[in-house]
């Protein structure tokens, strides 16, 4: 009698419950498509799942240089949060959130969205002044957040030091609404409903090339033979300025390696999501105990996919003098990933200079939390020309002087 083990029982039974394969099957492309999206990561994703469910348009393949969700979808950790300055970030980011409650039921699969609440510090007279000031505005912006006191700090997150040597807890910037959810989950919920739309997820598919003619976008060049459209989206995260140069325009975006790690697991100790912006690190809980840790991006361009010493002891060291008991746990893994950064710290969703071509990038440090706002955003854009939730974030604004200034809420939060 054949035996097997746990984790392939438990494979197969995703399978059959969940037409899980479906989603990671590669078929062979067809000649044609309406669109094509390239990149299989949550915002690619969540795009075609939106253009076909908000607007009939489901002749669309997903086209991976990788595999599904193995960018910087599944190297994030996970926070959600809408909690901005500006008013077009703060109405994409919530869209998002919203979007993220009812998520699990919407793609009838549990991306284990965990509203437990995501607290911002505020370590210096700056900062209080600066949450204090993004408080009110999102209670203009009908975001619900609220300023919340030292003792209330240590209320939610008992094991803090609100006494720092350094760097004393003055507040926070409280949202009880912002969270986590699984970030493989939210791709194969995503891609699954895709894959059942009749779409196809074509992963080791390398684009090389974009065809044009007469100023539009006819079609891609791949490692799998040449795909017609008659619209395209680049949505590559790290490599977008690659993809755009081959599209014929450039982006204003840099390419830079951001990296995380997490603890060996422990007991419950933290139920809640902790920013520190001054010393630039965070961290929460996953669901199996560890402690995840995430700080500042590399001061240098790169395309790495892994991690640095110097950062981890900086985030680490940090993080010890306000989370004292952490000091003596043991470091369980660490990664990095690739993100496109901004002049403003804002994304670029926006039409491109070559007709029928559309760009959704600069996501920075926050891409995770904004994937169902994105995506529905996206599709709109696409399907139809213009939205709302995209109109801010247009190319055009480099040229104009637009600039969605998020440096405060993006360059380092997560």
Request: proline share 4%; glycine share 12%; hydrophobic share 35%.
């Amino acid at each position: 009698m054949k035996h097997y083990s746990a984790f392939a029982v438990a494979r197969e039974a995703l399978r059959y419950h969940t037409g899980w394969e479906r989603a990671w099957r590669s078929p062979e492309p067809k000649k044609r498509y309406d669109v094509i999206i390239v990149g299989a990561g949550g915002h690619g994703l969540a795009t075609a799942y939106y253009l076909g469910k908000n607007y009939g348009i489901q002749n669309v393949a997903v086209i991976e240089k990788g595999w599904l969700g193995g960018g910087n979808t599944g190297r994030n950790t996970t926070i959600i949060r809408s909690n901005y300055l500006q008013d077009p970030s703060a109405a994409i980011y919530e869209k998002s959130r919203s979007l993220y409650e009812d998520l699990s039921q919407d793609l009838n699969y549990n991306v284990m969205f965990s509203p437990r609440g995501v607290m911002m510090l505020a370590q210096t007279q700056h900062e209080v002044r600066g949450y204090q000031r993004t408080a009110h505005a999102n209670a203009l912006q009908g975001v619900k957040t609220e300023w919340i006191e030292p003792e209330r700090v240590k209320q939610l997150v008992p094991i803090i030091n609100i006494d720092g040597p350094r760097y004393p807890v003055l507040g926070a910037l409280w949202q009880e609404r912002g969270g986590t959810a699984r970030h493989d989950a939210v791709a194969w919920g995503y891609a699954r409903a895709c894959s059942n739309m009749g779409m196809d997820i074509i992963q080791q598919c390398e684009v090389t090339g974009v065809r044009s003619e007469n100023g539009r976008v006819t079609g891609v060049e791949t490692t799998k033979g040449a795909i017609e459209c008659d619209k395209l989206g680049i949505v590559v995260a790290g490599h977008s300025g690659q993809l755009a140069e081959m599209a014929g325009f450039r982006l204003p975006v840099e390419a830079l390696a951001l990296q995380a790690l997490v603890s060996e697991p422990i007991k419950p100790c933290m139920d809640v999501v902790v920013m520190a912006n001054t010393v630039h690190g965070y961290m929460s809980q996953s669901d199996k105990g560890e402690m995840v840790i995430g700080g500042g991006t590399d001061g240098f361009n790169n395309y790495t996919q892994r991690g640095s010493f110097h950062h981890i002891e900086e985030t680490v060291r940090a993080l010890v003098e306000t989370f004292p008991m952490i000091s003596r746990l043991k470091m369980l893994r660490q990664w990095g990933g690739i993100v496109d950064m901004t002049g403003d710290r804002s994304p670029i969703l926006s039409k491109t200079p070559l007709g029928g071509c559309f760009i959704n990038c600069g996501w920075g440090t926050g891409g995770f939390k904004a994937i169902p706002g994105s995506g529905w955003g996206m599709a709109q854009l696409m399907a139809t020309g213009h939205s709302p939730l995209t109109e801010a974030f247009s190319l055009d604004r480099f040229k104009e002087g637009r600039f969605i200034d998020e440096s405060v809420a993006a360059g380092v939060a997560h």
